[in-house]
């Protein structure tokens, strides 16, 4: 059974910074893109971030460009979001995805899910 298990949300104040990581499991994500999705009460799906399997190329929204970060360590099957200079717009529930290719591509549908980790910005 695949899965993606998110961790490192929480609640924090305007200006901070927060780390989330995605340990994949049931099958091994190093030849997959990757990436962040988000979603804010009562909107819709927002992409936030991606890399190719390798880590090797980077794409961000242009809402977090500059102050996220995304990486990941193959070795661990884990994938990373720093976060840093965080607002209260970036509240939202962020979810780590995958897709069953290696490079990404902004029309395909992710074919993985997490359960998703809640980051709460507050000023």
């Known amino acids: 059974q695949v899965q993606l298990v998110e961790s490192g949300g929480g609640l924090v104040q305007v200006g901070d910074s927060l780390r989330l990581s995605c340990v994949a499991s049931g099958r091994s994500f190093n030849k997959s893109a990757m990436g962040w999705v988000r979603q804010a009460e009562g909107k819709g799906r927002e992409f936030v971030a991606a890399?190719?399997?390798?880590?090797?190329?980077?794409y961000y929204g242009d809402s977090v460009l500059g102050r996220f970060t995304i990486s990941r360590d193959n070795a661990k099957n884990t994938l990373y979001l720093q976060m840093n200079s965080l607002k209260p717009e970036d509240t939202a529930v962020y979810y780590c995805?995958?897709?069953?290719?290696?490079?990404?591509?902004?029309?395909?549908?992710?074919?993985?899910w997490g359960q998703g980790t809640q980051v709460t910005v507050s000023s």
């Open positions: 995805v995958a897709l069953q290719l290696p490079y990404y591509d902004p029309k395909a549908h992710w074919d993985y």
């Open positions: 890399n190719n399997w390798s880590g090797s190329a980077f």
